[in-house]
């Protein structure tokens, strides 16, 4: 099966990215085994989620993490919040879903822009 997954970013660009969730692939079902080792329901807590080796070791995973969660405020991710994560991590995704990830970990404001102010705090991070 291929669960066509539509991304809506800021830009009001629409791409869609097509994750194959059937447990004969190689990646998703790692991501799937790798999110029901974290999750003790069908949510996981963002703390958790910045202690797997892909993010343990980056300064912005805390900001990653909120990106990617629908509610970022709830302080969990859902299964389809950590298979966009990963999937925008994965080689398959193309530059400009990645670029536009970027930016809005970048974007802390969320206003669609970068600022000095915005800039400063993401150079500062990379040197913690």
């Known amino acids: 099966l291929i669960n066509q997954r539509l991304y809506n970013i800021k830009s009001k660009s629409w791409m869609v990215c097509n994750i194959h ?3 004969h692939g190689s990646e998703p079902p ?7 080792d974290l999750a003790s329901a069908d949510r996981v807590g ?3 989620v ?5 993010l343990k070791n980056n300064p912005f995973r805390k900001r990653i993490c909120r990106v990617f969660a629908e509610d970022p405020t709830s302080g969990q991710m859902s299964f ?3 298979l966009d994560m990963m999937s925008v991590f994965s080689e398959e995704a193309t530059r400009e879903v990645k670029a536009s990830y970027a930016f809005r970990v970048y974007d802390m404001d969320g206003d669609g822009t970068l600022c000095y102010t915005q800039e400063s705090r993401c150079c500062r991070w990379m040197l913690l």
């Open 30 to 36: 790692q991501v799937h085994k790798k999110f029901r």
């Open 21 to 23: 969730t059937q447990p």
């Open 50 to 54: 910045m202690d797997i080796d892909e």
């Open 80 to 82: 389809d919040d950590f």
């Open 46 to 48: 963002i703390q958790r």
